[in-house]
């Protein structure tokens, strides 16, 4: 693949042809900040807080649409590139709550982030801020309008990886707002709540709703396991605080699913703590379900299945196992079919 050869901060860096800036200065180590831009998604080119200087060029650039070419002198952090982004979050900030104290997100807001690191406060502009009203219409999802920068990500997030396009921009300049058609409440959408635009929300304008208020962010101990609701296999971490699994987030580097998951696996793993679980086997006695211990269960089961083979032969016995198990359970199951009560008996509910 030909290469181009850049000097970013006076650092050499070689990178494929149609390379980003942005991706060619984080590759020679710079910190270069991104709001809208995501490498999963088209790049608009929206918010500019990733501005660059190039030599030669009349303006600042904006990396993450800009094509390294061979020879550019790019610098990341001068004067000028400074005092651009402290302006972006400025503006931003001055129409944005001030309840950092109070957001779920702090702590993992890149608002938060970048306001911190350039020293920048709300109040250098003034002016008018929006006050929406908080959207929790859907069973999921809690939509605060304003902590949202229109970095466009959920939106292209929607169409682009769910093939939905269930919101977008929608009115002019100020007022400029994401929603769905007809600025409809999200419940009264096509929304399926696969809950792809609250994975990539880079502020507290989307959040799970089951987690609001749960923990603070760095409380939360994250766990990545498998998705136990079909035989896909997704990833993701469980967010777990005082032993209590609160929720899951995805993770964008899961191999099998990235951050795209199903509704169930996002917003459903709040059976792990449902009280009308089983946790104890029953056995029905005159009738009714009662409590029994592993032992005497299992005793059961296998003084049944072998009165049945008994009395009218291996074949007489079928199983039918889940895609909620493991492979390894799957394995044992059907082994224990055929090597143990001798039948080929076995399905699952996958193949249907
Ligand atoms: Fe480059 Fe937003 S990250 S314009």
């Given at each position: 693949m030909p290469t181009v050869t850049l000097t970013v901060d006076?650092?050499?860096?070689s990178v494929p042809k149609g390379t980003t800036v942005l991706e060619a200065a984080w590759k020679a180590g710079a910190f270069v900040p991104t709001l809208c831009h995501d490498p999963e998604l088209t790049k608009?080119?929206?918010c500019r807080i990733c501005v660059v200087e190039v030599k030669g060029a009349r303006n600042l650039v904006a990396s993450c649409v800009t094509d390294a070419v061979e020879g550019m002198v790019v610098e990341t952090a001068t004067p000028a590139v400074v005092e651009a982004r402290k302006t972006i979050l400025e503006l931003l900030l001055d129409n944005h709550p001030e309840d950092c104290l109070t957001c779920h997100q702090a702590g993992d807001c890149k608002l938060q982030d970048y306001a911190y690191f350039y020293n920048v406060k709300p109040g250098a502009f003034g002016g008018e801020a929006h006050k929406y009203d908080l959207?929790?219409?859907?069973l999921f999802i809690v939509r605060n309008m304003n902590k949202c920068i229109l970095c466009g990500k959920c939106l292209r997030a929607c169409e682009e990886k769910q093939g939905r396009a269930v919101i977008d921009f929608a009115y002019r300049g100020f007022k400029t707002k994401v929603t769905t058609a007809m600025d409809k409440p999200l419940a009264d959408s096509v929304c399926v709540s696969c809950g792809s635009c609250v994975a990539i929300c880079p502020t507290?304008?989307?959040t799970e709703k089951a987690m609001l208020g749960k923990a603070r962010k760095w409380e939360i101990e994250k766990v990545r396991t498998t998705c136990p609701f079909c035989g896909v296999g997704c990833n993701f971490d469980l967010?777990?605080?005082q032993g209590k699994v609160l929720g899951v987030t995805s993770n964008a580097a899961s191999p099998t699913n990235g951050r795209d998951m199903?509704?169930?696996?996002?917003?459903?793993?709040d059976y792990v703590h449902n009280p009308n679980r089983l946790t104890t086997?029953?056995?029905k006695k005159n009738g009714q379900f009662v409590e029994s211990s592993w032992e005497e269960a299992l005793d059961l089961v296998a003084s049944k299945l072998g009165e049945i083979k008994g009395k009218y032969g291996s074949d007489s016995i079928a199983a039918l196992s889940s895609a909620r198990c493991t492979n390894e359970d799957n394995f044992v199951m059907q082994k224990f079919m055929r090597a143990g009560i001798g039948t080929n008996n076995v399905d699952h509910c996958a193949r249907t």
């Open positions: 006076g650092k050499q860096v608009p080119g929206a959207e929790d219409d859907n507290g304008a989307l967010n777990v605080h199903c509704v169930k696996g996002r917003f459903g793993v086997p029953l056995i």
